[in-house]
């Protein structure tokens, strides 16, 4: 009798990880069995059930809800082809023409259900997509805006260990592995209970098994890339940083009408915690640090709850924080001070500042905020301090706008509305500190 080897799950004396059971040709294998037609399925009894079995608000909160799906579906099949040129293996360049197909197929079945199901008329293809427009949301626009300037960066040539790697990140990590898949699952618990849609539940079935194995190409490569330099998990760290607040505000309903969640059963809070469940199960199984200086969810608080985090970050969108000032930023007492929970997990362990270093924020139109930084350790606290080293004066607006990259700090300065004090040397080290968008 031969003994059969053990599977080799990593390399000898390197750290095992989740990604390590993933093979880029077993994946391609799968995607070969795995094939489904998106035209053959069959939509008569959804088309009875959508006019029959839901009412007109659940018609209305379903296609807010599907017009983000198709609308999504239809960018990353746009985007995806710079990936192919960008991807340093053959494997990998195979897998990802797979995935492109499979994201024509994903559009071209929500495009079906459109027209078949929720009856919306038009000649074309783009007629149809131009229907989902009213039901974007802000969140969905700028995640996907993200997405399109990073894989401009890729297609302009810039293939690059670190730029790939915040490609992924965006891609298969937020809008796959943390939206679409919360999404999906969002979806077919409703459908499932109410026993409803069989023909577009079946085509959401092939949906999440293609998004599976599209993730699961995500881990890998990232966990590879991760492996092969240093400079991809800062990298990642700051890309997951600038889309973060964004991808809060995917699902945030028309009015912040939480009935457009609830009347299926489910809760915003819910929600956002399998997102955000998702997303570290991710990062872990890629073998990357998700929390503390050098994680690369450094703007989630290590020792809250899942639920707690999203509350907090639900209380800052509600204030305006996270609108990139399209709507008005009030200034929130609990949403400051979460958002300076936020900053002060977000310093950089790297930072060039000599000494321990004071910074106040001296807002005009609430109480004063100020940060000590010693080594990598950064702490904050309302109230005023003697003797900062650095004193910004301004307001709230004006300064969630200067940190979130909407407005100019050289303008805020010329029209008075942000005044700085303090030591030019600390100051000049400040972009270390901080990341900035
Ligand atoms: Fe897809
Ligand atoms: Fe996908």
Not at 49 to 65: I, L, P, Q, T, V
Not at 213 to 218: C, E, K, M, T
Not at 361 to 370: E, K, L, M, Q, T
Not at 411 to 434: D, E, H, M, N, Q
């Amino acid at each position: 009798m031969t003994m059969t080897p053990p599977i080799q799950l990593a390399e000898p004396g390197k750290k095992q990880i989740a990604a390590d059971q993933i093979d880029y040709i077993d994946l391609y294998s799968r995607w070969e069995h795995g094939n489904w037609s998106a035209m053959d399925l069959d939509f008569t009894q959804d088309k009875i059930d959508w006019n029959e079995k839901f009412d007109d608000f659940m018609r209305k909160a379903a296609r807010w809800n599907y017009s983000l799906f198709f609308f999504g579906e239809d960018e990353v099949a746009d985007q995806l082809s710079p990936f192919i040129d960008a991807a340093p293996l053959e494997e990998h360049k195979y897998f990802l023409t797979t995935q492109q197909v499979d994201e024509a197929r994903h559009a071209i079945f929500f495009s079906r259900f459109f027209k078949e199901v929720i009856g919306v008329e038009g000649a074309s293809y783009a007629d149809r997509l131009r229907a989902a427009d009213a039901d974007l949301t802000y969140g969905i626009k700028r995640v996907f805006g993200l997405l399109g300037d990073v894989t401009d960066e890729l297609r302009r040539g810039d293939h690059s260990k670190p730029k790939l790697a915040q490609a992924i990140a965006l891609y298969h990590f937020i809008v796959e592995g943390t939206l679409a898949q919360t999404g999906q699952h969002f979806i077919a618990d409703y459908l499932e209970r109410m026993d409803v849609l069989p023909g577009f539940r079946a085509g959401m079935v092939n949906v999440e098994k293609d998004e599976q194995r599209h993730i699961a190409f995500g881990v890998k490569l990232l966990a590879d890339l991760n492996r092969q330099d240093p400079e991809v998990s800062p990298a990642v760290r700051e890309i997951l940083g600038k889309v973060m607040p964004y991808a809060l505000g995917v699902f945030r309903p028309p009015n912040d009408d939480e009935r457009y969640i609830e009347v299926f059963g489910e809760t915003m809070i819910g929600v956002a915690v399998t997102g955000s469940r998702q997303l570290e199960m991710r990062v872990v199984a890629a073998g990357m640090e998700p929390y503390g200086p050098s994680g690369v969810l450094p703007f989630l608080d290590a020792d809250a709850t899942y639920e707690d985090r999203a509350a907090r970050a639900f209380v800052m969108q509600k204030a305006g924080f996270f609108s990139g000032g399209t709507e008005t930023i009030k200034p929130d007492q609990e949403a400051l001070d979460y958002y300076f929970d936020l900053v002060a997990a977000a310093v950089r362990p790297d930072h060039k500042l000599k000494g321990p270093t004071t910074i106040l924020w001296d807002f005009n139109d609430a109480g004063p905020r100020h940060m000590r930084i010693e080594g990598a350790k950064a702490t904050v606290a309302a109230g005023s301090v003697p003797e900062p080293d650095v004193t910004f004066r301004t307001d709230i607006a004006t300064w969630i706008g200067i940190s979130g990259g909407f407005v100019q700090p050289g303008k805020a300065l010329l029209t008075r509305k942000l005044k700085i004090k303090g030591s030019p040397i600390t100051l000049a080290k400040l972009p270390s500190v901080f990341q900035t968008p």
